[in-house]
């Protein structure tokens, strides 16, 4: 589901107050998950995937159903395994400014779990865990680094919150 097609420019109807994080701002085009079922949800590609190209992109797997950012009861429900993914994929590549990338388990990829390029400046990254499963405590490293920026500016990994924070191993 793409809030773009929605008619709240606030988001409002995602705001998940549990979650403890902050909601993205008005104009921003998110990615809302509503993948029906109970538990932790892998998404498998058969490829590498496509770089985010659009500036002002929130991939915030945080509205779905169970996820949570909060301390003491963290529980991320989107995980993308690469394993099936070949050779030269990344997970989640960002080549467009101001960029959102919260509540994924990202793991089993050929090279970076998240990629920003010189054009992602403003990227956020908060509440991921990246080389581990969505449990948090099972290694699903990627081959080359977890999170890698090139010469974007003003980035932020993580936060001074607990919600913020991103597990990152290998």
């Known amino acids: 589901l793409n809030s773009n097609l929605l008619d709240n420019s606030g988001l409002n109807q995602v705001d998940n107050s549990a979650d403890g994080a902050a909601d993205p701002a008005a104009g921003v085009e998110t990615s809302i998950f509503e993948i029906p079922g109970t538990g932790v949800h892998e998404i498998i590609p058969s490829t590498g995937l496509p770089a985010v190209t659009d500036s002002f992109t929130a991939l915030d797997a945080t509205t779905q159903q169970g996820a949570s950012c909060a301390a003491g009861s963290r529980s991320l429900q989107v995980q993308?395994?690469?394993?099936?993914?070949?050779?030269?994929?990344?997970?989640?590549?960002?080549?467009?400014?101001?960029?959102?990338?919260?509540?994924?388990?990202?793991?089993?990829?050929?090279?970076?779990?998240?990629?920003?390029?010189?054009?992602?400046?403003?990227?956020?990254?908060?509440?991921?865990?990246?080389?581990?499963?969505?449990?948090?405590?099972?290694?699903?490293?990627?081959?080359?680094?977890?999170?890698?920026?090139?010469?974007a500016t003003n980035i932020t990994i993580g936060g001074s919150s607990d919600t913020e924070r991103n597990i990152v191993s290998g």
């Open 80 to 151: 993308l395994d690469g394993s099936s993914a070949g050779a030269n994929a990344q997970g989640i590549s960002i080549d467009a400014g101001d960029a959102i990338i919260r509540g994924f388990a990202i793991g089993e990829f050929s090279e970076q779990g998240i990629h920003g390029s010189a054009n992602a400046d403003n990227l956020v990254v908060a509440c991921n865990n990246v080389g581990l499963a969505a449990g948090g405590s099972t290694l699903a490293t990627n081959g080359l680094h977890g999170i890698w920026i090139e010469d």
